[in-house]
């Protein structure tokens, strides 16, 4: 069965500091992940995906088959980047999607 | 990508009532997904919304507590039915694009 595991409910940084947001992910296909964020009052919404291999608002996420995982990291903390982070998994030929627990980003001014 | 409008935003409701949350896409879509986020929790998936066809469930989630509607492309209900405090929860509406998912803001239900 899939699952997608955020092992931090709550991830505390100083503005500038480095962040790493770390999922895993458990899937017997070849996966698709993602990281949605949550600002608050705002919807749901994609932040990027693995197979884009973009850079969206300064944050990475680089796919490590051998160790199932999709972390999230940006080197320098913004106050703006405080939101709950979702990693989320698309199961292919089901469309369906499954998401970790989220991870909620608290960058200290 | 696609816009999707979700009403009501917010309810609060009698216990053993029926509240009914509709979600409408700018865009046709086959599938339509309906989503529950209870408090400090994740996104659970209640079930798919096919048209033309029965919703598909998720364990867990049976048609007589969560009917759903899907008369076209476009737009589907889901009703939440004989509310209890327990199902005071984030219901969110979701469609599939090329490669993302898209979610309503999202009707965030009380039940007193």
């Known amino acids: 069965a899939q699952r997608v595991t955020q092992p931090e409910k709550l991830l505390s940084v100083f503005k500038g500091a480095p962040v790493e947001l770390k999922c895993n992910y458990s899937?017997?296909?070849?996966?698709?992940l993602f990281w949605y964020v949550q600002y608050s009052r705002q919807r749901l919404q994609l932040l990027l995906r693995h197979i884009s291999r973009e850079s969206i608002k300064g944050f990475t996420a680089d796919l490590n088959k051998g160790e199932t995982s999709f972390h999230l990291k940006k080197p320098f903390a913004q106050e703006e980047d405080s939101a709950m982070y979702y990693c989320?998994?698309?199961?292919?030929?089901?469309?369906?999607?499954?998401f970790g627990t989220g991870t909620k980003l608290q960058v200290i001014p | 990508s696609a816009v999707i409008s979700q009403k009501p935003s917010r309810d609060i409701c009698q216990r053993g009532t029926s509240l009914t949350i509709q979600c409408q896409v700018d865009s046709q879509v086959t599938m339509m997904f309906w989503y529950r986020q209870q408090p400090g929790q994740s996104l659970t998936l209640i079930a798919t919304?096919?048209?033309?066809?029965?919703?598909?469930?998720e364990s867990g989630f049976v048609i007589d507590k969560f009917p759903i509607s899907r008369p076209n492309l476009t737009f589907s209900t889901l009703t939440v039915s004989n509310m209890s405090p327990e199902d005071s929860s984030i219901y969110l509406c979701s469609v599939l694009g090329a490669s993302e998912a898209f979610f309503g803001q999202g009707t965030r239900l009380t039940v007193v």
């Open positions: 919304a096919n048209q033309g066809s029965e919703a598909t469930y």
């Open positions: 989320a998994l698309l199961r292919g030929g089901y469309q369906k999607v499954t």
């Open positions: 899937y017997s296909g070849s996966p698709e």
